[in-house]
């Protein structure tokens, strides 16, 4: 299986809009892609699986806490396999696991306005961020914050997949302790 290892370029004006805020260059690129991918879909929002599938198509640290090909190349399946009719039943409805409450649409009829779930993982990952005193949130600060919601679509997904979002959150964990280590050699 072979990715993508280039850094991507980050969409211009994605640093301007307040999706990108408080966010890395990749993960602003990453904002942008499931953005594009909830409006291909035909759905009203960016939910927490727009952003997985955007989040592993991108970012190869994303990819290695996620487990080994086997277990990749199933969630990668689950995920395209969303968008040519696994996900119709979540089409037209909005993410929401109680986490934040639903906000309506608004009067534009723009497609990608985020879901509460959606919402809730990208405050989290600039939360991370912060809190280890970085400018912009990580491929790993954005994962984490996609598992701390169990309800969430992410969630689901990387469950059906054989990925245990209790065994996600410890490898991220792990991994950030190793940086934190590292940084104190």
């Given at each position: ?178 940086f934190v280590q590292d940084a104190s050699c």
């Amino acid at each position: 299986m072979h990715f993508r290892t280039a850094r991507p370029t980050v969409p211009e004006g994605a640093h301007s809009h307040p999706d990108a805020a408080g966010l890395g260059a990749e993960l602003a690129a990453v904002v942008a892609g499931a953005r594009r991918r909830a409006v291909r879909d035909g759905d009203r929002h960016v939910d927490t699986a727009h952003l997985l599938h955007s989040l592993l198509e991108q970012d190869p640290e994303a990819r290695s806490l996620v487990g080994g090909p086997p277990q990749l190349a199933r969630l990668l399946g689950y995920l395209v396999q969303r968008s040519i009719g696994y996900g119709l039943r979540w089409q037209g409805s909005v993410e929401d696991s109680g986490a934040l409450p639903v906000v309506p649409r608004p009067a534009t009829g723009e497609a990608g306005d985020w879901s509460p779930a959606a919402a809730a993982a990208l405050t989290h990952a600039r939360e991370r961020a912060r809190r280890r005193g970085e400018r912009g949130a990580t491929g790993s600060d954005l994962l984490a914050g996609l598992v701390a919601d169990p309800a969430s679509r992410a969630v689901e997904v990387l469950e059906r997949a054989g990925v245990h979002a209790h065994e996600l959150t410890a490898r991220i964990e792990a991994r950030a302790g190793e940086f934190v280590q590292d940084a104190s050699c």
